[in-house]
């Protein structure tokens, strides 16, 4: 079993920044990977990023390449999501994930509770 939770989301304005981060308790490293989705209302659970435990593979969707960065600390189990130059259509609720390497939702096996970004224009 693996317990995630997410923290960090919150209110900011275009082009700002800010970093979630998503405590992992259990059996959470191999053969695991972590991986960041979010879900904006009415659209469909998308991809953000994924990491490995090592923080040695990372991959982004090409929506948030350059302006989100993902990477882990396994001393502290926990994983991070630092996000600049913030736009509207980033606005969801974001949800940390445990599973194996790829880009669909159904490759996860754990999720966190969720934790809302809002980025006002």
């Known amino acids: 079993q693996v317990r995630l939770v997410e923290s960090g989301g919150g209110l900011v304005q275009a082009g700002g920044s800010l970093r979630l981060s998503c405590a992992a308790s259990g059996n959470t490293f191999s053969p695991y990977v972590m991986g960041w989705f979010r879900q904006a209302p009415g659209k469909e659970r998308e991809f953000v990023a994924v990491v490995n435990w090592s923080g040695s593979s990372t991959y982004h969707a090409d929506s948030v390449k350059g302006r989100f960065t993902i990477s882990s600390d396994s001393a502290k189990s926990t994983v991070y999501l630092q996000m600049n130059s913030l736009k509207p259509e980033d606005t969801a609720v974001y949800y940390c994930?445990?599973?194996?390497?790829?880009?669909?939702?159904?490759?996860?096996?754990?999720w966190g509770q969720g934790t809302q970004v809002t980025v006002s224009s």
């Open positions: 994930a445990a599973g194996h390497w790829g880009t669909s939702p159904n490759q996860y096996s754990y």
